[in-house]
């Protein structure tokens, strides 16, 4: 499979403050390639290099194996599309479209054509005579990608694009995207702090924190096999206990928590016996009275609150020592009987958690292979 970025040893340096720290990773011709990351993490910075905005400190550019070191953005074989998507309230939407082809001075016939042709492209045949002002959000954000997306970029970089959208916009903008990239075919480069928008559109995902990537993988492996404390907490709810290790197998730990509960659980690095570690646990892996307990890890915990969101109920629990915990609420069993102040049975198993030595620091087992 080819490759239509590769980025190796890419830092950016202002001053004495490191943005971006010696990242190195490549996308497939096609990929759906998000980076998902908090506020100052470095994400933008790194998007800013790709579009050939910023100089890279060190390090290496390259698309469809052209070194992009020296090439102004205007050369570049990529277009951006922001968060504001910049559109002219004043032009028609295929002026907006049209508008980077006539500034590279393309005949009017084949604009027409490739105008049109991009429009049926995004979903809006149609629509090239209506104003700005007459289409919804969604809309927007397809006449910005189509503006894009006519000048035949090999990478289309997206700057959190539904960050201005409301709640329910962005959930259906999320599905339409996927959809748009899957038929265009085109590479996305995807930048978002919002972890549901990246494992719901990509193919795969980089986790970015302080300058330097995390982990990348699919969404799945993410969110099923976090590398480092940082990616377990960050994508995807967790449960968290701090405790010590009172045995080490090769199979994972036991571990006896702060408030003196005592699990078995997977193990991420080297924990021998009196390690300290924390214990990260999806609310979706714990069972609620369980049927079947052989094998669990079981305890008690008394309800405070059943928190109601449809498919996405859960319950905020406690152990007897105040220990605050989210259960899932499941859908293909019925709670109905559960009420705040009661006690309960919870159970879950030992694959489920997952262990990493206190105090281990973000990025030690950064990937490179997608």
């Known amino acids: 499979m080819s490759n239509d970025l590769s980025v190796l040893n890419l830092s950016k340096r202002f001053g004495t403050f490191t943005a971006v720290d010696n990242i190195s990773f490549d996308v497939p011709t096609g990929f759906f390639f998000s980076i998902l990351g908090p506020s100052g993490c470095g994400k933008t910075t790194l998007l800013r290099m790709l579009a050939g905005f910023d100089e890279p400190s060190e390090g290496t550019i390259a698309i469809r194996g052209q070194d992009m070191r020296g090439v102004p953005p205007n050369r570049r074989p990529v277009n951006l599309v922001f968060q504001h998507l910049a559109l002219f309230p004043m032009m028609d939407v295929a002026e907006n479209i049209a508008f980077g082809l006539k500034r590279r001075g393309v005949n009017g016939s084949d604009i027409k054509r490739r105008t049109e042709a991009m429009l049926e492209r995004v979903g809006l045949p149609g629509f090239g005579t209506k104003k700005i002002s007459q289409l919804s959000g969604g809309q927007k954000q397809r006449v910005a990608i189509a503006r894009c997306l006519v000048l035949e ?218």
């Not at 330097?212 to 940082?230: K, M, S």
């Not at 090769?250 to 078995?264: A, H, K, N, Q, Y």
């Open 153 to 370: 970029p090999l990478v289309l970089l997206l700057d959190e694009p539904l960050g201005a959208l409301d709640l329910k916009l962005r959930e259906q903008m999320k599905v339409e995207l996927k959809k748009l990239q899957a038929k265009v075919g085109t590479t996305f480069i995807y930048i978002t702090h919002d972890q549901s928008e990246a494992l719901v559109m990509s193919d795969r995902v980089a986790v970015m924190n302080q300058g330097h990537f995390e982990q990348v993988g699919t969404p799945q492996e993410l969110y099923g096999d976090p590398r480092t404390p940082f990616v377990a907490q960050f994508v995807g709810e967790n449960n968290l206990w701090a405790g010590q290790v009172v045995e080490s197998r090769t199979d994972g730990v036991s571990v006896r928590t702060d408030e003196g509960l005592v699990f078995r659980a997977r193990l991420r690095g080297d924990c021998p016996a009196d390690t300290r570690v924390q214990l990260f646990l999806r609310p979706e892996a714990m069972l609620i009275e369980p049927r079947e307990t052989s094998g669990l890890n079981l305890f008690k915990v008394t309800v405070k609150a059943v928190l109601f969101d449809g498919a996405n109920s859960r319950l905020l629990t406690a152990t007897p020592r105040n220990h605050e915990l989210l259960v899932c609420l499941p859908q293909n069993r019925r709670f109905d009987h559960i009420r705040p102040g009661q006690e309960i049975t919870v159970g879950w198993h030992p694959e489920s958690g997952v262990c990493f030595p206190a105090g281990k620091t973000a990025g030690e087992t950064a990937e490179r292979t997608l």
